[in-house]
Nanobody, 123 residues
Framework: QVQLVESGGGLVQAGGSLRLSCAAS????????MGWFRQAPGKEREFVTT????????DYADSVKGRFTVSRDNAKNMVILQMNSLKPEDTAVYYC????????????????WGQGTQVTVSS
């Protein structure tokens, strides 16, 4: 099985930046597609971005496209979410997830999840 641990969350002002990291262990990281999802209080968990196992194909939710960038470092078993121009609407717990097939925007398709890291953006 795969273990995932997110880090890098915090409190920032609108317009600021955060860099989230997801460290993976217990599996062949290079063989997994990765996803970032977020969940705000009272809301369903929603797709933020996905990255293929190759790292060549990324998909972004319309709400974050142009502001967020996802990348992976297979040598370090890590995926990074760089978040710029943050908005109060980005406030949520951010989760890293992994699956052994092609990337999916559906949370239910992911078998492995981290514990989440809180991102709070003040206005």
């Amino acid at each position: 099985q795969v273990q995932l641990v997110e880090s890098g969350g915090g409190l920032v002002q609108a317009g600021g930046s955060l860099r989230l990291s997801c460290a993976a262990s217990g599996g062949t990281f290079s063989g997994y597609a990765m996803g970032w999802f977020r969940q705000a209080p009272g809301k369903e968990r929603e797709f933020v971005t996905t990255l293929s196992a190759s790292g060549r194909n990324a998909d972004y939710a319309d709400s974050v496209k142009g502001r967020f960038t996802v990348s992976r470092d297979n040598a370090k078993n890590m995926v990074i979410l760089q978040m710029n121009s943050l908005k109060p609407e980005d406030t949520a717990v951010y989760y890293c997830a992994a699956r052994s097939m092609f990337a999916s925007i559906s949370p239910s398709d992911y078998a492995y999840w981290g514990q989440g890291t809180q991102v709070t953006v003040s206005s």
